[in-house]
């Protein structure tokens, strides 16, 4: 606080750990906005996010720094270990006696507090790759912890397991918030692809709530023992599709199915969600369905319309997926035109083609917008293809990035060409040579041949056929 008195963002490069709350606990509470930056991405990810929010402090860790070997520190970085020495005794008592007997409204600094008052800002990538900020007030964290509280009904003896870093909106509000404000533990851990550390945190920590990926599913079902998990009462999974022989393989080890919901960083990010089935005085419902993500989050509303004219879309048909409700982002930072790209009159555009059923079941079943989800992580189409035309210096369309479904990874890049592109060991070339971040680097064998491109009757791309192409090339 003293030395961030005249700056409304305040970095937080820090992994899923006490420190990491700490710090975005700190900076909420001073009534500043926490900018937590992505460290795994590129540097000039980072410090394009920085520049955006006028980031002149970042808090982070020299441990950690070191420990992560492709991590500079960024400028403006102040170091936990340097401010915990002056966090002296007689200051841990005075702020013991604070939180025990001074009002809640006075520590929080109610004053000139509004709930729609900015809370964090969550950077996702553009679909040229360009960072986003999403802009996400108090309320907007707040429904949607309130909305998952109602759903999942933690008690005070609940522990959850959280080791998504706080960079994502699902690991922000669901293993920071969610947690903190419910009156249960939580217990960190900096890397999530750890299946053997997981498994020794549920197992001594005994965790009741597991929040994850499809795919560090897989490295858990590798790594953990059947009897590590026998304390879990609830497995969530986000970000990727879960694939029906992951949950089979998971629940024939461990004895719990896991549960798919369904998110965006511009929802804060729960929209659906899959819940265990109830027995109330007798009565059996059903909180899920195979291949579904579940049905909206309570005070969540979503429709479906036509991509073009935005016509409603009856039930059981597939449409363009709109969402609102309280957890709707307030925009993207300094971006007013892509703000109004994305909502329209209150409602959130996903870019996601669904079916909804006549019970309220949300279906994905293809992606309007060019994203790949590989690992949790999105990856734009539109960027990785910028970097092939750039390196064969031509405006011609004789190329596609695309993306196919992967057992493991969830997507998996590919790249469709004509003989006009030239020689496939030329373009990995390219792309290998680009200052693209790894994960966007289709490898080599994601190139496959094609006589032409599929063109819509406007003369652009078909995307949808393209994928179409790319799905059944990709199983043969």
Excluded at 26 to 52: D, Q
Excluded at 320 to 345: C, F, H, I, W
Excluded at 346 to 351: A, D, E, I, S
Aim: charged residues 25%.
């Amino acid at each position: 606080e003293e030395e961030t008195k005249d700056q409304e963002h305040i970095g937080v490069l820090l992994p899923s750990s006490v420190g990491g709350v700490l710090a975005n606990v700190a900076v909420t509470l001073m009534g500043k906005v926490p900018v937590n930056l992505n460290y795994v991405a590129s540097a000039g990810f980072r410090e394009h996010c920085i520049k955006e929010c006028n980031v002149r402090t970042v808090l982070t860790s020299r441990t950690f720094i070191e420990k992560l070997e492709a991590l500079d520190a960024p400028e403006g970085a102040v170091y936990l270990e340097d401010l915990l020495p002056r966090v002296t005794p007689v200051r841990k008592i005075k702020a013991l006696f604070k939180a025990r007997f001074m009002p809640r409204r006075r520590l929080a600094r109610e004053k000139g507090f509004k709930a729609d008052d900015l809370a964090t800002v969550m950077f996702s990538s553009g679909s040229t790759g360009t960072p986003k900020g999403v802009m996400l007030s108090h309320h907007n964290i707040l429904s949607n912890v309130e909305a998952f509280r109602m759903v999942y009904r933690p008690t005070r003896d609940d522990n959850v397991c959280a080791a998504l870093p706080f960079f994502h909106s699902f690991g922000y509000t669901a293993t920071l918030w969610f947690p903190l404000l419910s009156g249960f533990a939580a217990s960190y851990h900096t890397n999530p692809l750890d299946g053997e550390q997981i498994a020794k945190v549920v197992r001594e920590k005994e965790c009741t709530l597991l929040l994850a990926t499809p795919t560090f599913l897989l490295g858990y079902i590798r790594k953990a023992k059947p009897e590590d998990f026998k304390s879990l009462r609830y497995v969530v999974v986000g970000a990727e599709k879960l694939k029906k022989n992951v949950a089979d393989a998971f629940e024939k080890k461990f004895g719990l199915r896991p549960l798919e919901g369904y998110g965006t960083t511009e929802c804060s990010p729960v929209i659906s969600v899959n819940l265990p089935p109830v027995e109330i005085d007798g009565v059996r419902a059903t909180g899920s369905k195979e291949g579904s993500v579940g049905q909206p989050l309570p005070g969540v509303a979503v429709r479906m319309v036509e991509p073009d004219s935005f016509e409603p879309v009856p039930l059981d048909y597939e449409g363009l997926l709109l969402v609102r409700g309280p957890n709707v982002m307030q925009g993207y930072l300094n971006s007013p035109d892509k703000t109004a790209e994305v909502l329209r009159d209150g409602w959130y555009v996903t870019g996601d083609i669904v079916r909804i059923d006549s019970e309220g079941f949300i279906t994905i079943t293809d992606r309007l917008s060019r994203f790949s989800k590989i690992g949790g992580e999105m990856v734009p189409h539109i960027a990785v293809e910028e970097a092939y035309y750039k390196g064969l210096n031509t405006m011609e369309a004789v190329l596609t990035v695309t993306s196919a479904p992967h057992p493991k990874k969830g997507e998996r890049l590919m790249v469709l060409y004509t003989e006009e592109a030239g020689d496939p060991k030329d373009l990995h070339e390219i792309i290998k040579d680009s200052d693209l971040p790894n994960l966007w680097k289709p490898d080599k064998k994601a190139y496959y041949k094609v006589d032409k491109l599929p063109i819509l009757g406007s003369g652009k791309l078909d995307f949808k056929s393209v994928r179409e192409v790319a799905t059944r090339l990709a199983e043969e």
